[in-house]
Nanobody, 124 residues
């Protein structure tokens, strides 16, 4: 079974940066859109960023201009560069893949088994 492993989270102060990584156990990202999600305590997981197989990107309004998604299909890795972090970015972050970015945005988006996620905490 394909597994994804998210890493790179941590505790930072507002305005600082973090880079998250997601690695798949198999070469599963090739040909698919990849994306990042986050989940606040007691809430449903929400889509944050996506990148199509051809390199088109899209972001939620809350992170647009601050987060940058990238992919390295050869290394089975998806990254999320997060700059100018805010306390409201505090959440557990997950990655997944689907056919298209629009599919990632759906409530049931993401075709892969969900990983454990990585905690990001932003506080003064």
């Amino acid at each position: 079974q394909v597994q994804v492993l998210e890493s790179g989270g941590g505790s930072v102060q507002p305005g600082e940066s973090l880079t998250l990584s997601c690695t798949a156990s198999e070469n599963i990202f090739l040909g698919y859109a990849v994306g990042w999600y986050r989940q606040f305590p007691g809430q449903q997981r929400e889509w944050v960023a996506g990148m199509s197989f051809t390199g088109t990107t899209d972001y939620s309004e809350s992170v647009k201009g601050r987060f940058t998604i990238s992919r390295d299909d050869g290394a089975n890795t998806v990254s999320l560069q997060m700059d100018n972090l805010k306390p409201e970015d505090t959440a557990v972050y997950y990655c997944n893949a689907d056919l298209r970015i629009d599919d990632l945005k759906q409530t049931m988006g993401g075709k892969l088994p969900w990983g454990q996620g990585t905690q990001v905490t932003v506080s003064p």
